[in-house]
Structure formats: structure tokens, C-alpha cells
């Protein structure tokens, strides 16, 4: 094989893996899909470890499947549910912890995931030295797109661990020395094996959001459903209408403040395994549009759910996110229901966003206004431990409503608390309901509404929590000491200090990109792998323009790019709401990528004349995972003030750039054509 097609396959390893990573650990340690970027911050670590360590010895490349293969047994042997006390930010999921504390298990799996990454980018390294910097960074940007495209193509097949191993397993032996030893052979042997195991084997469906388990379950009364549980936790009940109605009278409420005597077309967000919808039905709904983003949740409901409301005429089955729904209907509704859509999980590994962010924003409550029939009312409900955080659902509602909103609460014991189910309801008419009692905050502090910008409805204030404080400042600590470790002094990397910037600025460029897009198309995962793919091809189309044409001012490159992240922040995201598809698609794309290509074009441009590729590389690479740790001042800035920052690193990057600057126009002069081809022949 040469060693162009090695290095491909070596870098769609390493990015492979690491999207396995993120997925099945959060579907292991539960408190992972709360730490936004935690296993993302352990792959920068670690592949910046490995390409610093490009030219040492021992080859860690030969022990990356022995490393993965225990550190998969340790996670199939002690799992862990989330702990959801603390008042500032609200955790859904179990009542108890189980499993290893979190003050042991996040630095095992930080270490861990570091640690394979390591191993695997050391193999990507060497290959990487064998070629002129800008064409191996051509190379890893090839495997890199193929690898997200593979794991993009599985995702939506809707495929499970067992084949995720199997890749992985196949390639490894692929790339190690042939035959492989005894010990590796084994560890890719374990490796498919663990995967294959998928934490229950047939009996767990794996959606592209999450590990989904439905147990058969039969109460005292003789009633039978079944419990789904999402990554660990119990997540959803499966059970005939009239029971639920029976055991929790509080879903009958929507339909009891009503003041007509049925709704005639509602429209469900969070439809799930179907029992909201079978409610709807009951209580003579004529139409029902149920909204659910997870296509397997929805299956489940199909084929379990005893009352079968997905197969009445009157009901239409709709795949989507709710709030990309909302946006691009034109429907009215005389019903509008939230119904429990708290997602238990993140949009991806790379920002704090989580699935149904954007539906509890004071924009998005106003698109659900806008949805109703002259009469119509909107209503939501959920089971609250956290009495701000119903006082901010309905602070939202009384400012888009102008009048405050019904609420019916009732109380269960939750741990050694007390939690609440509360219906929140309001209409543009005020004859429209019949409430009971009328929402008062009496005379407590009412946290100010979630927005597009600042979408972290489940965070009290705009501040970074305490304990995400502690594990960031744990994470950089670890990391220099980590890198100090495996590389020794880091003078080395003191020449190349303005890619380390770069490295840190495009990791936040990158994640404003995939808030945006969410925001604009929906926070599924299909949106967030185009947008991820998006971005690879960018930075190929970048190194291929660079390979072609000597820029003879870097200069004219850095104004460029200040430039396109000026109109980028001069023009907010929602502002496109309002735009068609296809216009809205293109004005997107231009406003998120035009900033993406630029900053490549100058990172190619000052990559090529590097003296070490691997180094380098690797410096820009800690850089990112610093990029991520800064990515948590979105907790208190909003996503849009983040291009500030990008700003700022970009031009730390310019001052700490500009001596090499003559060089790259020095260079450009000598050859005004494209550059020659790698010296360095491939094998």
C-alpha cells in the first residue's frame, strides 16, 4: 500500500474513531451528554500528543487496539447514570447516581479517550512527516472527509456498535505491520466483539441520537406497556390512553382548559412512542401533526404502542425537529402541545446545544403563537425539580402572550425532594381558556427567557457552573502536564505559538457554524454531519486553492478574513428565519463558510513552508482543544458574541504570524506558480 493511501486511511481512522468515541461513551456515562465537549477535548489532547510524538519511539500506533479494547471493557463494567443535583443547571435522567463517582470516572475517560487518540495520530504523524506539509494535510483532509461521510452514511442506515467495531477492526489490521502480533490481532478481535456486544446485544436499537431500550413491563392493576429508557435512562412509558389518563390525569389538562369543546387540528412536538397523540385522539382531535426528531422513538410507538395511534387517518407521522417544523409550516393549529421533549442528549460533541434547545426560546415561542387559529392555545408540560425553571417557561409565555399563563402543578416525591408536573397554557384570546389559577411569580426572581443566542433554557444565569468551572481548569491542567510528559520541553513548539492560535479560533468558528445551522435547518443529525462535512470540504477546497495559486500578500488574506467575520457578525442568524429554503441556504452558507475558507487559506498558506510539519500540526491541533475549553463562555456571552473571541484569537494569531509573512511573500515572488510536488515520493 503506499503511503498516500495509507495516510488517507490512517486519518479516516482517527476521525472514525473519534465520532465512536463521542457517541458510545455518552451512551455508556450519562453525565458525558452534559459535559458538552468532554470527549472532544480528550481527542484534541491526544492527537496533539501523537503528532508531537510523530518522530519518538516506541510506536504507539501497534498498542492503539490493545488501548481501546480495555478501555472498552472498562466502560461495558462500570456504566454510570447521571446525578442530577445542583440548583444552576437542571439534569434529566435518574434519581441516583450508579456506577463510579464522577470525580473518577470523567478523568478515566478523559485520559482514555486522550490516550487512544494518541496512539492512533502518532501512526497519522509518522505518515504525515513522509510528505511536504501542505500535501499531507491535503491527504489527512481526504480521510478526514471520508471518515465523517462513513460515519454519517452508518448513522443513517441506522446501524448499531457492531459494525462501528468492525471498521474500526478491519482498519487497524489493515494498517499495522502484517502480521500483526499476537497481542494486537487479539485486541481488534476484542474490539469488534465489544462493540458487537452493543450494552444488551438485539435487544438495544441504536438511533442516531441514542442507545434505546424498551422493556415489557405489567403493573399491579394488570395493565401491560412498556418502559423505554435513552442511554441509560428512563426516558418514556408506552401504555394504553386511557390508562395514562387513569394514573396521570394531568395530560387530560390541555384539553380541559379548552373552552371549545374539541380541538379540531393539533400539532404534537415530541410525539415519541404515541401516547400523547392516542390522548389527542380521545378527546376528538379531527387532525393530528405529531412532530417526533428521533425516527426510532417513533417506530417503537408504531409497533408498540396498544391503542396504535400512528396508524389512525387522522394522525401524520412527521420526522423532524420541532422548531425547524414550526419554521417552515404554514399550518394553523387550534391545539399546540410540548409534549416532554427534553432530548437527554446533545447535537453533537461540539457545542452545549442540545436537541430541543432551540424550541424554548422566546423566538420560538413566538413562532408557535403565530401557528394558532384565531381561538387556538398553546400548551406545554413537563415533570420540573426546579421551581425557576417553570417561572422562566412561564415568564416566556406572559411576554409573548402579554397576560400571564394557566399553570396546573402537581407534586411527587423525587429522590428526598419534592419535583412537579406543571401545564403551562396561554392563548391570543383571552376567552379561550378557563383557567384555574393564573401563573404569579409572587415576588420571586424570574430568570430572564432563553433566546436563539443564548439557548440554555436549563441554565439559571448567564454564568458558567461551578463544577464545569472545576473540570476545565482540572482539563488544562491535566493537559500540560500530559503534553509536558510525552513530548518534553515545549520550547519546540514556540515558533509555531501563531497555529496554536489559529487551532483555538477555528474550533469556535467551526461550533458557531454548527449552532447556526441548527438554529436555521434543525438541530438533527443529519444538519450537524453536513455541517461538519461542510466544513472538511471548505478547508480541501482551501489547500487545493493553495497548491494552485501563490497568494503574493498574506496580508490582503488576513483582511479578508477579519472581513467575512465582520458580516458574519453583523448579520444574526435569526435573521434569516424569515427567508425561504433555498435563499435562506445560500445566505447561510456564505455567511458561515466564506470565514472558514479564508482562515484555511492563510493556515495552508503559512503550513507549507513549516520545517516541522508534525509539530506543527500538533500545535495546531492543542490549540483547537484550548478553542473548546473557550467554547464554554457561550454560557454566558451567547453564541453570536463568540466571533468577538474568534476575532481576537485570529488576530493574536496575525501579530505572533506577521515574521513570517515576508517569508510567505518572499516565497510566493521565487514561485508565482503552483508549488512542486511533494519531494518526498510516496511508497
Not at 511536504?132 to 489527512?140: G, M, S
Not at 465523517?148 to 452508518?154: K, M, N, T, Y
Not at 382531535?285 to 417503537?300: F, G, K, R, T
Amino acid at each position: 500500500m503506499s503511503d498516500r493511501l495509507r495516510l488517507i486511511l490512517a486519518s479516516f481512522l482517527m476521525l472514525f474513531s473519534e465520532l465512536v468515541l463521542i457517541r458510545w461513551t455518552g451512551a455508556s456515562v450519562v453525565y458525558l451528554s452534559y459535559f458538552s465537549n468532554f470527549v472532544l477535548l480528550g481527542s484534541f489532547l491526544g492527537i496533539g500528543i501523537g503528532f508531537l510524538r510523530a518522530r519518538s519511539d516506541p510506536d504507539l500506533f501497534r498498542w492503539a487496539p490493545v488501548v481501546m479494547a480495555f478501555f472498552g471493557a472498562f466502560m461495558m463494567a462500570f456504566p454510570v447514570s447521571i446525578d442530577r443535583s445542583g440548583s444552576g443547571l437542571v439534569y434529566f435522567g435518574s434519581l441516583h447516581q450508579r456506577g463510579m463517582p464522577i470525580w473518577v470516572m470523567l478523568p478515566a475517560v478523559f485520559a482514555a479517550v486522550a490516550l487512544i487518540m494518541a496512539c492512533i495520530a502518532q501512526g497519522v504523524g509518522r505518515l504525515f512527516t513522509r510528505f511536504e506539509p501542505l500535501e499531507a494535510y491535503r491527504y489527512d483532509i481526504i480521510g478526514s472527509v471520508l471518515g465523517i461521510a462513513g460515519f454519517s452514511l452508518l448513522s443513517f442506515l441506522e446501524t448499531g456498535p457492531a459494525l462501528w467495531g468492525i471498521v474500526i477492526g478491519v482498519v487497524f489490521l489493515v494498517l499495522l505491520p502484517w502480521p500483526p502480533g499476537l497481542m494486537q490481532a487479539a485486541a481488534g478481535i476484542a474490539i469488534v466483539a465489544m462493540f458487537a456486544s452493543g450494552f444488551g446485544g438485539s435487544q438495544v436499537i441504536w438511533s442516531p441520537y441514542y442507545r434505546i431500550e424498551a422493556t415489557p413491563v405489567t403493573y399491579p392493576s394488570g395493565e401491560a406497556g412498556y418502559s423505554v429508557s435513552v442511554n441509560g435512562i428512563p426516558h418514556q412509558l408506552i401504555i394504553a390512553a386511557t390508562f395514562r389518563e387513569k394514573v396521570e390525569p394531568p395530560y387530560l389538562v390541555p384539553y380541559q382548559r379548552l373552552q371549545n369543546d374539541a380541538p379540531g387540528r393539533v400539532l404534537i412536538i415530541g410525539a415519541g412512542g404515541g401516547s400523547d397523540v392516542a390522548i389527542a385522539l380521545r378527546q376528538g382531535a379531527q387532525h393530528v401533526d405529531a412532530v417526533e426528531i428521533d425516527p426510532e422513538l417513533l417506530d417503537l410507538g408504531r409497533r408498540l404502542n396498544p391503542d396504535h395511534p400512528y396508524s389512525d387517518p387522522r394522525v401524520t407521522a412527521i420526522v423532524n425537529d420541532g422548531r425547524a417544523f414550526l419554521e417552515r409550516t404554514d399550518r394553523t393549529y387550534d391545539l399546540i402541545l410540548f409534549a416532554l421533549p427534553d432530548s437527554l442528549t446533545l447535537v453533537s460533541g461540539q457545542s452545549a446545544l442540545r436537541l430541543e434547545s432551540y424550541l424554548f426560546t422566546r423566538e420560538a415561542l413566538e413562532s408557535a403563537a403565530a401557528h394558532l387559529k384565531p381561538g387556538g392555545a398553546f400548551a406545554m408540560y413537563n415533570y420540573y425539580r426546579e421551581t425557576w425553571l417553570v417561572d422562566r417557561l412561564a415568564g416566556t409565555l406572559e411576554e409573548v402572550y402579554g397576560r400571564a399563563p394557566c399553570i396546573d402543578t402537581s407534586t411527587f416525591e423525587i429522590g428526598d425532594g419534592i419535583g412537579r408536573f406543571s401545564v403551562l397554557m396561554n392563548s391570543p384570546s383571552e376567552s379561550a381558556l378557563a383557567c384555574d389559577q393564573t401563573w404569579n411569580a409572587g415576588g420571586r426572581v424570574v430568570p430572564p427567557p432563553a433566546t436563539d443566542d443564548h439557548p440554555f433554557v436549563y441554565l439559571k444565569s448567564r454564568t458558567i457552573p461551578g463544577l464545569y468551572l472545576t473540570v476545565l481548569a482540572l482539563i488544562l491542567l491535566a493537559s500540560l502536564v500530559m503534553v509536558r510528559t510525552a513530548n518534553g520541553p515545549l520550547g519546540g513548539m514556540r515558533s509555531y505559538l501563531d497555529l496554536f492560535f489559529m487551532g483555538a479560533a477555528f474550533l469556535l468558528l467551526e461550533t458557531k457554524n454548527v449552532v447556526q445551522f441548527a438554529l436555521l435547518f434543525g438541530t438533527t443529525w443529519l444538519v450537524n454531519a453536513l455541517v461538519f462535512g461542510g466544513v472538511l470540504l471548505t478547508v480541501l477546497a482551501a489547500v487545493e486553492t493553495a497548491r494552485r495559486v501563490r497568494v503574493r500578500s498574506a496580508r490582503v488574506l488576513w483582511i479578508a478574513l477579519a472581513a467575512s467575520i465582520a458580516v458574519a457578525w453583523l448579520v444574526p442568524a435569526d435573521a434569516l428565519l424569515g427567508l425561504a429554503p433555498i435563499p435562506r441556504f445560500v445566505f447561510a452558507t456564505a455567511l458561515a463558510f466564506a470565514p472558514v475558507f479564508m482562515a484555511n487559506l492563510i493556515f495552508a498558506e503559512r503550513f507549507r513552508d513549516v520545517g516541522e510539519s508534525a509539530v506543527a500540526f500538533g500545535a495546531n491541533l492543542l490549540g483547537a482543544m484550548v478553542g473548546g475549553v473557550i467554547e464554554y463562555l457561550s454560557l454566558v456571552t451567547g453564541y453570536r458574541s463568540l466571533l468577538l473571541v474568534t476575532a481576537a484569537l485570529y488576530g493574536v494569531a496575525y501579530v505572533l504570524a506577521r515574521p513570517n509573512l515576508g517569508a510567505t511573500m518572499a516565497s510566493a515572488a521565487k514561485h508565482p506558480g503552483p508549488p512542486p510536488a511533494a519531494s518526498v515520493p510516496a511508497r
